[in-house]
């Protein structure tokens, strides 16, 4: 099993950047899908974005796509969200999650870090 540790989350004002991390520790790492979800009060944890094992393949959800890039670095176990051009509508709680297969469903992505609290200020 790997254990994922995510960084990065903060207060920015709307129209700001910033870069999660998510440390991972374990040695399946690189053979997972790695991905991105958040979850605003009241709401069900919803998809970012995602990474394909070898780096090479990524997915976005429509609400981040040409702001958020995500990448990962398998030689450090880590993987990255690099969130651009921020919106308020984005604050919420930033969830990294591991995979086996690529989707978008968190019910199918059994492993999880304990979140970073990510607040951008209009």
């Known amino acids: 099993q790997v254990q994922l540790v995510e960084s990065g989350g903060g207060l920015v004002q709307a129209g700001g950047s910033l870069r999660l991390s998510c440390a991972a520790s374990?040695?399946?790492?690189?053979?997972?899908?790695m991905g991105w979800f958040r979850q605003a009060p009241g709401k069900e944890r919803e998809f970012v974005a995602r990474?394909?094992?070898?780096?090479?393949?990524?997915y976005y959800a429509d609400s981040v796509k040409g702001r958020f890039t995500i990448t990962r670095d398998n030689a450090k176990n880590a993987v990255y969200l690099q969130m651009n051009s921020l919106k308020a509508e984005g604050t919420a709680v930033y969830y990294c999650a591991g995979a086996w297969t690529s989707n978008q469903y968190a019910s199918r992505w059994p492993c999880w870090g304990q979140g970073t609290q990510v607040s951008i200020a209009s």
């Open positions: 990474v394909t094992w070898s780096g090479l393949s990524t």
């Open positions: 374990g040695r399946t790492f690189s053979g997972y899908v």
